[in-house]
């Protein structure tokens, strides 16, 4: 474990400053709770109005102690917390968990309040757990600096999983699911405001707890992102899964977490893109991280995600094949072998190819299950078994279906889920230690998952030598133009447009001749980044005197905008069978970005694009463009040509390259269209618009 937080998570000594007799009171749950969970350490209640508290002396304050404490649990509120914390800085004490809430959730005056506590701590190097924190709790050793009620209601125990949130309530919540499904939990620790300590900084320690199997997060915002790539790119490399909820995915949701929390919300599809280049598999609630938790407890890592449905109801196989569809998985396709094998055990009625129906025979012929199983069991093409039972109970021997179905999961080695929504059919497969769930929905959704998850932690990480520096062109404007712009992407070896930059009528007649004949023409400045709004773009200019009076109607315009060097791009007519966007800025949290997807001058409102965060492959770019709904048309649809998939990735690695580069003076770069060819065609960038920081 991590040496910064030792103090914190495994202390030998704590005190309670506002300790309590009352054990349902704030006060009084911590010590209540160590003492009865294994705490071999040295408990010290701070309350100057008792002797003793629950059976240990009391002192009346922090100074009077013999020792000064590791961990000091500060549970009085308002200034004297405060106080309590500037005293702890200043007596030596290591970690402080601070309870009281209305700080930095509140408004500006509780993070002015919340910052005067960081300024003291730091000062000492003193670390801060909260404010407005349920604490933290170490089941291993029985340090509990937390309060929560669910410690009552789902009593303790060590276990192989820990849970890391910036909310009390959530981390007492997913606790107590697991808990009621019989899981062990080792760590379930809050970080409320994070003054201080953050839960990507409590990742990185818990990832080097050996005993933990899978790790946890709640989040609201992602405050120290370059702490949470690290700690996941640590847990990858121990085989350590880490599953997020990050709350705040809508606007609405946004705004109720920078209430909750005190921080800004991150935006959403960027928290996405993060998410999966660092293996943190997002799921939406506290609900699906308990439901998978004991499929990867059973340490199943599928090799792919084709899955085999079986089932003793048609209806039923239909279903699981539907639920492979909504998870993203393909249903097997079994070898001629396989399926001869299969049929020798079912009737003749009976469906032999995946799905597999066993039919109602199971009820006549409880050993179809031991006989059916190990005829698919090493069948090359599957990945994955899902099991569904609809019907079962009286005249089937359940208690057979299950050691059949926990022998065939030992045999294959590769993940079994069951669904039984009847509780006398599904507690024999969970008391034989099958994952089994109510409905085909959960249980095929958590296979899919584990098959999305596995693939994520086997992706390589990329990574991209050092950069030339990108030098952003000079300027007091807000934007370069459009020929800057184009300039530096051709300079980095991004293929653009053709194109002349004019400020005379025969500079214009020149690039008309030279272009071909077929132009567009479009106003040149920096004071002007949007030129259709200004009705500066003309295209499909086909004839040498248009070219000249629009050229001469454009820089009118700009005279009149007042910019201070107009002139006028007239650019090649680009050929191409799809318009795309790429775009580039800088996230205030997470760094460059870049945005990859569908162009023109619906962009804003198609509003189809992925984000992607460098470094990456242009592999990586094709998978995130295949996400899209724009997908069906890379490959071409109604005899179209496929498109030149490759060209356009090539163009998103390179401008992601030149972001990187680019250093402080880059705010954000925006192609659009970005022209595509058919397959050998290529791609080249048409508009550009380039933003100083």
């Given at each position: ?87 702890c ?33 730091r ?9 407005n ?12 600096a ?15 999983v ?46 080097h ?23 996941a790119?640590y ?27 005190g ?124 099991i ?55 249980a095929?959704g ?43 992407l ?41 030129k ?20 001469e109607s ?8 007042g ?9 090649e ?17 997470f ?10 001058k ?7 694009y ?13 998978a ?57 065609e ?12």
């Open positions: 474990m991590s040496d910064l937080l030792e103090s914190a998570l495994n202390p030998r000594t704590v005190a309670i400053i506002g300790a309590s007799e009352n054990i349902h009171k704030i006060g009084g749950r911590p010590i209540y709770y160590m003492q009865r969970g294994g705490f071999t350490g040295t408990i010290y209640p701070i309350n100057p109005s008792r002797q003793e508290v629950q059976g240990l002396k009391s002192y009346p304050t922090l100074a009077s102690l013999p020792e000064v404490p590791e961990l000091v649990l500060i549970v009085v509120a308002g200034e004297k917390a405060v106080e309590a914390v500037e005293e800085a200043a007596t030596g004490v290591k970690s402080v968990v601070v309870i009281a809430s209305g700080f930095g959730e509140v408004d500006e005056a509780g993070r002015a309040v919340q910052q005067r506590m960081t300024d003291a701590a000062a000492t190097g003193m670390r801060i757990y909260g404010p924190t349920h604490g933290l709790a170490n089941f291993g050793t029985g340090a509990i937390g309060f929560s009620t669910m410690f009552i209601e789902c009593p303790p125990q060590d276990g192989p820990a849970v890391l949130s910036q909310s009390g309530g959530m981390s007492a919540m997913v606790y107590g699911l697991l808990r009621q499904k019989g899981i062990g939990v080792r760590h379930v620790h809050a970080t409320g405001n994070e003054a201080d300590v953050t839960v990507s900084e409590m990742a990185w320690a818990i990832a707890d050996p005993e933990i199997k899978l790790l946890l997060l709640y989040l609201e915002n992602i405050a120290n992102p370059e702490m949470l790539a690290r700690a790119e847990a990858r490399s121990r085989d350590l899964p880490i599953v997020a909820v990050k709350a705040g995915r809508s606007p609405s949701g946004q705004q109720a977490a920078s209430t909750h929390t921080s800004m919300a991150n935006e959403d599809r960027v928290v996405d893109a993060f998410f999966k280049k660092h293996g943190i598999m997002r799921v939406r609630d506290p609900h699906a991280q308990a439901l998978a938790a004991e499929a990867y407890l059973k340490g199943w890592r599928p090799a792919g995600n084709k899955l085999v449905v079986i089932s003793n109801s048609g209806a039923s196989c239909v279903m699981g094949a539907d639920a492979a569809e909504d998870n993203g998985l393909e249903m097997a396709k079994l070898s001629s072998l396989t399926q001869q094998a299969v049929a020798k055990s079912l009737p003749g009625f009976a469906t032999t190819t995946n799905p597999i129906d066993i039919t109602a025979a199971l009820l006549s012929n409880s050993g179809l299950f031991s006989e059916v199983l190990p005829a698919v069991a090493q069948d090359p093409a599957a990945d994955m078994f899902f569904n039972i609809p019907v079962a109970g009286a005249g089937y021997d359940v208690q057979a279906f299950a050691r059949d179905t926990a022998a065939f999961e030992a045999l294959t080695g590769k993940p079994v889920a069951v669904a039984a929504w009847q509780q006398n059919v599904a507690e024999p497969f969970r008391q034989a230690g099958v994952a089994t769930f109510e409905n085909e929905g959960d095929v958590v296979l899919g998952q584990l098959a999305k998850h596995t693939a994520m932690l086997r992706q390589n990480l990329v990574h991209w030598p050092e950069f030339t520096d990108v030098k952003i062109p000079v300027g007091d404007d807000q934007y370069c133009d459009e020929a800057q712009s184009l300039a530096l051709a300079a980095h070896g991004v293929p653009v447009v053709e194109h002349v930059l004019c400020t005379s009528v025969d500079q214009v007649r020149a690039a008309f001749a030279e272009l071909g004949g077929n132009v567009a023409l479009k106003g040149c400045a920096a004071e002007v980044p949007h259709t709004e200004h009705g500066l773009v003309a295209l499909g200019i086909k004839n040498v005197e248009d070219a000249i009076r629009i050229f454009h820089m009118t315009k700009l005279n009149t905008l910019v201070k060097h107009a002139a006028v791009i007239v650019a007519m680009s050929r191409g069978k799809h318009e795309l966007m790429i775009g580039a800025r800088v996230d205030p949290v760094g460059p970005v870049v945005l990859i997807g569908a162009g023109g619906y962009v804003e409102a198609m509003q189809d992925a984000v992607i965060l460098p470094p990456f492959s242009a592999e990586q770019v094709e995130a463009l295949r996400g899209l709904r724009l997908a069906p048309l890379l490959d071409g649809v109604r005899g179209d040509a496929p498109m030149d998939v490759p060209a356009i990735c090539n163009i998103a690695v390179s401008v992601g390259k030149i972001v990187m580069a680019a250093g402080s003076n880059f705010a954000s770069l925006d192609l659009n269209p970005v022209m595509v060819g058919s397959v050998g290529g791609a080249r960038v048409v508009d550009a618009l380039l933003e100083r920081a």
